[in-house]
């Protein structure tokens, strides 16, 4: 997450502010109304947007990024919320007017830091209580089921008392073109404001002619399944886009619990009790056992969530916000990923320039990796080069997560291999000690190791064997690079082991 500092003091806010009126007052009086906003992804306009977004660094973090080519500086608002803090940014095409929004992500200051862990859910549609006579109703979601993070929330509320006005004099200036791009802790609230300001459109409190476009980068999960759901099916024709580096950990935050309450309504569960009250006694305590042994640690975790990143955060938030009264939560914290998802997928020349740390845990989080993959990103070719039969051959892992030690000391003498022969529908290869072979599915991009697999029987030292076989087991998808030469294999959305192309 960002370590951004704000180095404006109250007068230079003053004089921006003037600055970026007068400029409003100018562009209007040119009437000036061509639309210049398209739906889809866009490689040159996120990489505009990263080098907004950026501009919140300090001196010396600004100073090594390049500069935005499209867009000029207007306003830079005040410190507020848990150190938040916003930019708006103007098109130098006068005949394309556009305006961005641009939201800080998270500073080396410990407040902004709660905004991150006060992570208990709220309902999507509600009303916050900011102050003695200070409401903010909002309806992110139509859904009562859909939730969303409490801190963030906060955040977006606050943030949007100067957003709101602001985009009232874009909109009278002639602009009616709108990005909305936030950048870690930034890209979350992006999704909660974009979410807010779609239904204020719905509801004629802003013009229905405005029309927004969000880029959430590098974002950590902003709420539940449910609000997923409801804010993909508003921005699916080409209007948001989460675009996530393959090798940050910030986009798999917040940690998710899943309770056999966050299913639908409608789902095998709903009866279960009830099943198992109908068996015989020895059948009934059977299954009693364990569905408890499946449903109980779940719940328990979800409550020691909500006590800890949701009461006690609370106590906390109140003494930087005064007049807070924190809302009800949810029992639920099942976060999910959100949104059109574009996957800037680390390759060995990544890996090169960008090494994993064990020191530099945002080593893959800041904008110049984000800028460096994006760079790289040829959307076409991925499409045509990085097919499931370009398996084939033979691969040697360089990352394996999981282990009780880093990678070099679990295989100091020889790297696990795999070789696909997809003709066979087989894979074989070695642990880094034992070999082994096996069958293999495949089914697009889903993927299946047998646990059924011939392996030899060397005694092997350390844990290298035993943690390779056991991320092998966990792994069903796999993603290749686009010049196919890495190899990465999730669990899920989570990468937990990668591969080099050895012929």
Same mark, same amino acid.
């Given at each position: 997450?960002?370590?951004?500092?704000?180095?404006?003091?109250?007068?230079?806010?003053?004089?921006?502010?003037?600055?970026?009126?007068?400029?409003?007052?100018?562009?209007?009086?040119?009437?000036?109304?061509?639309?210049?906003?398209?739906?889809?992804?866009?490689?040159?306009?996120?990489?505009?947007?990263?080098?907004?977004?950026?501009?919140?660094?300090?001196?010396?973090?600004?100073?090594?990024?390049?500069?935005?080519?499209?867009?000029?500086?207007?306003?830079?608002?005040?410190?507020?919320?848990?150190?938040?803090?916003?930019?708006?940014?103007?098109?130098?095409?006068?005949?394309?007017?556009?305006?961005?929004?641009?939201?800080?992500?998270?500073?080396?200051?410990?407040?902004?830091?709660?905004?991150?862990?006060?992570?208990?859910?709220?309902?999507?549609?509600?009303?916050?209580?900011?102050?003695?006579?200070?409401?903010?109703?909002?309806?992110?979601?139509?859904?009562?089921?859909?939730?969303?993070?409490?801190?963030?929330?906060?955040?977006?509320?606050?943030?949007?008392?100067?957003?709101?006005?602001?985009?009232?004099?874009?909109?009278?200036?002639?602009?009616? $073109?709108?990005?909305?791009?936030?950048?870690?802790?930034?890209?979350?609230?992006?999704?909660?404001?974009?979410?807010?300001?779609?239904?204020?459109?719905?509801?004629? $409190?802003?013009?229905?002619?405005?029309?927004?476009?969000?880029?959430?980068?590098?974002?950590?999960?902003?709420?539940?399944?449910?609000?997923?759901?409801?804010?993909?099916?508003?921005?699916?024709?080409?209007?948001?886009?989460?675009?996530?580096?393959?090798?940050?950990?910030?986009?798999?935050?917040?940690?998710?619990?899943?309770?056999?309450?966050?299913?639908?309504?409608?789902?095998?569960?709903?009866?279960?009790?009830?099943?198992?009250?109908?068996?015989?006694?020895?059948?009934?305590?059977?299954?009693?056992?364990?569905?408890?042994?499946?449903?109980?640690?779940?719940?328990?975790?979800?409550?020691?969530?909500?006590?800890?990143?949701?009461?006690?955060?609370?106590?906390?938030?109140?003494?930087?916000?005064?007049?807070?009264?924190?809302?009800?939560?949810?029992?639920?914290?099942?976060?999910?990923?959100?949104?059109?998802?574009?996957?800037?997928?680390?390759?060995?020349?990544?890996?090169?320039?960008?090494? $994993?740390?064990?020191?530099?845990?945002?080593?893959?989080?800041?904008?110049?990796?984000?800028?460096?993959?994006?760079?790289?990103?040829?959307?076409?070719?991925?499409?045509?080069?990085?097919?499931?039969?370009?398996?084939?051959?033979?691969?040697?892992?360089?990352?394996?997560?999981?282990?009780?030690?880093?990678?070099?000391?679990?295989?100091?003498?020889?790297?696990?291999?795999?070789?696909?022969?997809?003709?066979?529908?087989?894979?074989?290869?070695?642990?880094?000690?034992?070999?082994?072979?096996?069958?293999?599915?495949?089914?697009?991009?889903?993927?299946?190791?047998?646990?059924?697999?011939?392996?030899?029987?060397?005694?092997?030292?350390?844990?290298?064997?035993?943690?390779?076989?056991?991320?092998?087991?966990?792994?069903?998808?796999?993603?290749?690079?686009?010049?196919?030469?890495?190899?990465?294999?999730?669990?899920?959305?989570?990468?937990?082991?990668?591969?080099?192309?050895?012929?």
């Amino acid at each position: 997450m960002q370590w951004f500092s704000n180095p404006n003091s109250r007068p230079e806010l003053m004089k921006k502010w003037i600055v970026g009126g007068l400029w409003l007052v100018i562009f209007a009086t040119s009437r000036l109304a061509a639309q210049g906003l398209h739906p889809g992804f866009d490689k040159a306009e996120y990489i505009e947007m990263l080098k907004l977004s950026a501009a919140f660094g300090d001196s010396a973090y600004v100073a090594t990024f390049p500069k935005p080519e499209r867009y000029d500086f207007i306003y830079r608002s005040p410190v507020v919320g848990l150190d938040n803090l916003w930019d708006l940014w103007i098109s130098k095409d006068k005949n394309q007017p556009l305006a961005v929004i641009s939201l800080r992500g998270t500073t080396a200051n410990s407040v902004s830091w709660l905004g991150n862990f006060y992570a208990a859910m709220v309902p999507a549609k509600g009303g916050l209580d900011l102050g003695e006579k200070e409401k903010f109703p909002y309806q992110l979601a139509d859904n009562p089921a859909a939730a969303v993070h409490v801190g963030w929330l906060v955040s977006m509320a606050i943030l949007s008392k100067d957003i709101r006005p602001k985009i009232d004099s874009c909109y009278k200036a002639g602009i009616k $073109d709108m990005i909305i791009m936030g950048h870690s802790q930034g890209g979350a609230i992006a999704y909660l404001l974009t979410a807010y300001l779609f239904d204020l459109q719905r509801k004629g $409190d802003i013009p229905t002619d405005i029309r927004f476009k969000t880029y959430c980068s590098a974002a950590p999960k902003p709420g539940n399944l449910y609000f997923a759901y409801e804010y993909e099916a508003a921005t699916q024709a080409g209007w948001a886009y989460n675009v996530v580096n393959s090798a940050d950990w910030v986009p798999e935050v917040p940690l998710s619990i899943q309770t056999l309450d966050d299913f639908n309504v409608t789902n095998p569960f709903v009866g279960a009790k009830g099943i198992i009250k109908k068996q015989k006694l020895p059948k009934r305590v059977a299954l009693n056992y364990v569905y408890n042994r499946l449903s109980k640690p779940s719940r328990r975790a979800q409550k020691n969530y909500q006590k800890y990143l949701g009461n006690i955060a609370a106590g906390m938030v109140q003494k930087n916000i005064e007049g807070y009264t924190p809302s009800e939560y949810v029992n639920t914290n099942n976060y999910v990923l959100t949104g059109n998802m574009i996957v800037l997928l680390a390759d060995e020349e990544y890996y090169e320039k960008f090494p $994993d740390s064990k020191e530099k845990i945002f080593a893959h989080h800041f904008h110049p990796p984000y800028l460096y993959l994006a760079q790289k990103l040829d959307l076409n070719a991925s499409k045509t080069t990085a097919s499931p039969t370009s398996l084939s051959g033979s691969w040697e892992a360089n990352t394996v997560t999981g282990g009780p030690a880093p990678f070099d000391q679990l295989y100091p003498d020889k790297k696990p291999t795999l070789n696909f022969d997809l003709t066979a529908n087989r894979v074989s290869g070695t642990t880094g000690c034992n070999q082994f072979s096996g069958p293999i599915k495949i089914d697009g991009k889903q993927i299946q190791f047998s646990d059924q697999m011939v392996m030899t029987r060397m005694m092997c030292p350390g844990e290298g064997e035993a943690t390779f076989l056991k991320t092998l087991k966990s792994v069903n998808r796999f993603a290749l690079s686009p010049d196919v030469k890495t190899l990465t294999l999730l669990n899920g959305d989570i990468a937990v082991m990668r591969f080099t192309r050895k012929d």
